[in-house]
């Protein structure tokens, strides 16, 4: 079955603009998160969405937002970038629901690099 | 709030070599995962450790959980040029969301 599809692979931004990342989840995977990854910092986690809910958060500013798709998709959006923001973005989808203890599964990423 | 820490944060061996990678949280973990990153790649789940003590094998990765279920490791024997990545743990605390830790970048020299 089709895994975990990021869209889109590459993206360059200036400063100040906007961006949307989009996410696909395995099918059948209604739980899907969103990390940050950077050299120095290894993977944060940004939030996760389940059932269309954001059921947990990191410690992110606001500008970092996201939602989910009745059909599970999730998109994540930047507001105000800045070139902190620059970085590998991961989505990972799972079949956790109240029961936590299932593997996730990654996409490969879109890397970000704003200028 | 929940942190996690690995050590050490790179290590070069040589082929043939042994290599261990250690976990630690702050806080009791419900369960702990392990992933593998190759260079260019995604994380990949490697396996999932939940009672207290607990020892893994997947041929040569041994995974150990601790007694307080705060702590973790991953060791591989012989290791081969195939080992090379990143090597991630996840543990899941109190805030039901995986935290992980920084990661161990693995270099095997042939």
């Known amino acids: 079955k089709a895994g975990v599809t990021q869209t889109p692979r590459y993206l360059i931004k200036t400063r100040g603009q906007q961006v949307t990342l989009s996410c696909s989840p395995i099918s059948g995977h209604r739980s899907v998160s969103w990390y940050q990854q950077t050299p120095g910092q290894g993977l944060q986690f940004l939030f996760e969405?389940?059932?269309?809910?954001?059921?947990n958060k990191g410690n992110f500013p606001g500008r970092f937002s996201g939602r989910q798709f009745s059909n599970s998709r999730s998109e994540m959006n930047v507001s105000t970038l800045e070139l902190g923001d620059s970085a590998l973005y991961l989505c990972?989808?799972?079949?956790?629901?109240?029961?936590?203890?299932?593997?996730?599964?990654f996409g490969q990423g879109t890397r970000l690099t704003v200028v | 709030g929940q942190q996690v820490m690995q050590i050490p944060q790179y290590q070069h061996v040589q082929e043939g070599e042994d290599f261990t990678t250690y976990c630690n949280s702050s806080?009791?973990?419900?369960?702990i995962q392990w992933y593998k990153q190759r260079p260019g790649g995604h994380p990949v789940f490697l396996i999932q450790l939940v009672k207290s003590g607990e020892v893994k094998k997947q041929k040569r990765l041994t995974f150990q959980f601790g007694e307080a279920k705060k702590n973790s490791s991953l060791h591989i024997t012989a290791t081969q040029t195939t080992d090379v990545g990143t090597y991630f743990c996840a543990g899941l605390g109190g805030t039901y969301k995986y935290i992980f830790g920084t990661g161990t970048r693995l270099k095997v020299l042939a």
């Open positions: 806080t009791t973990l419900s369960n």
């Open positions: 990972a989808s799972s079949l956790r629901g109240a029961e936590m203890n299932t593997e996730a599964f």
């Open positions: 969405y389940f059932s269309e809910t954001q059921r």
